[in-house]
């Protein structure tokens, strides 16, 4: 009799703090631009619930913690009533099919322009520098963005009050914790970043300065919904946004060991392989001094496959890892990766558009019959 095929790392179980994950595999936050008016949509209980499965860790796309926090069409809020209540359906459709869920809260900071703000304003920033124009995420439209107005330190406590009450607010509409965006170029990113934050007071300057704002908002959430319920992600090697640091490795071995002091639950990182948002390129650095640094459960991202991503649990390099295309274009990942099945291919095009349907809750299960 055949020798039973050894369980692939990537789907050996894992206990996640109090979640019993039956598998590693975890959908990474990912921009859908499908909330009309900042407000998630009905087709999103389909989208999210296409994507869980018992015992598997699902993120949110970026939701936004205020209205200033928003610089993209049709991204979902999570600072009002109506937004938590249009939540729920989707959170509970998730756990019907025992997944478990993170909000993922973000402020995106100076990649905004007046048009996305309350009245006209400019974005607020760590910085008053502006961003050159760039290409958009579908590869054919420029993004404006308006110069930036710099916070004053008086102002800052105010913000990491509205990640607090998003924090607060996502537990009222069910989630089992959130994740904090302190990553590609987006608000807490412009803080940490020495190319972006050319602040001199208490949340400028030194590494430890520049860090201030993130652990800021890590202490205030922690002591609003418990550290246990508590991930964030970080790209410290990564220049998404022009928001690049000299030293990312000590940016990074800092954060870490800072954040132990809260006993966050997880930290998810961007892999240096991943310097902007496009493909992966050959890089020396690593994510390991990071992962043997933080006390908490480490989830890789960036640019993994099947292979590669069974071979960074095999290595112990990450607990968790987290697949962003792969997974928008296959519903049932996990499933696919434990038959060694082939994978649907992502279209790029409709990964950002409005259409409810399209791109989104269309990609075919193994199962389904043509």
């Not at 050996?12 to 703090?17: D, I, N």
């Not at 205020?66 to 049709?74: E, H, I, L």
Request: charged share 20%; aromatic share 10%.
């Amino acid at each position: 009799m055949a020798n039973q095929a050894p369980t692939l790392p990537l789907l050996t179980p894992y206990k996640l703090g109090k979640f019993d994950l039956s598998h590693r595999v975890v959908l990474p936050a990912l921009t859908r631009q499908r909330s009309y008016g900042y407000v998630p949509q009905p087709p999103a209980i389909l989208y999210y619930s296409q994507r869980a499965s018992k015992g598997g860790l699902l993120i949110t796309e970026a939701t936004g913690v205020s209205d200033t926090a928003q610089g993209y069409p049709d991204t979902p809020g999570i600072w009002s009533k109506e937004q938590v209540e249009a939540w729920k359906p989707i959170v509970n459709a998730v756990y019907a099919k025992g997944g478990v869920f993170f909000c993922q809260i973000w402020h995106v900071g100076r990649v905004s322009n007046s048009g996305f703000q309350p009245d006209g304003q400019a974005p607020i920033s760590s910085t008053d520098k502006s961003l050159t124009p760039q290409i958009g995420s579908n590869g054919i439209d420029v993004m404006q963005f308006t110069p930036p107005r710099r916070l004053r330190a008086d102002e800052i406590p105010q913000i990491v009050n509205d990640f607090r009450l998003a924090a607060r607010n996502a537990m009222e509409a069910g989630f089992d914790g959130v994740e904090i965006h302190g990553s590609s170029g987006f608000l807490i990113d412009q803080f940490l970043k020495d190319q972006v934050n050319d602040r001199t007071d208490q949340y400028g300057g030194s590494l430890e300065r520049r860090c201030r704002f993130a652990l800021d908002i890590v202490e205030a959430v922690v002591n609003e919904i418990g550290a246990d319920k508590v991930g964030i992600k970080l790209s410290p090697f990564a220049n998404y946004m022009e928001s690049g640091d000299s030293k990312p490795k000590e940016l990074g071995l800092y954060l870490v060991n800072s954040l132990n002091k809260y006993g966050i639950l997880y930290c998810q990182m961007i892999e240096p392989r991943m310097k902007t948002l496009g493909d992966k390129i050959e890089c020396p650095h690593s994510l390991v001094p990071m992962r043997k640094a933080f006390n908490g459960t480490f989830i890789a991202v960036g640019g993994f496959d099947r292979e590669d991503g069974n071979n960074a649990v095999a290595e112990d390099s990450a607990d968790l890892v987290a697949f962003g295309r792969w997974f928008l274009a296959n519903p049932d990942l996990p499933k696919r990766f434990e038959l060694n099945a082939p994978l649907s291919k992502y279209i790029r095009d409709t990964f950002y558009i409005s259409d409810p349907v399209l791109g989104y809750t269309d990609y075919p299960f193994l199962d389904s019959t043509a």
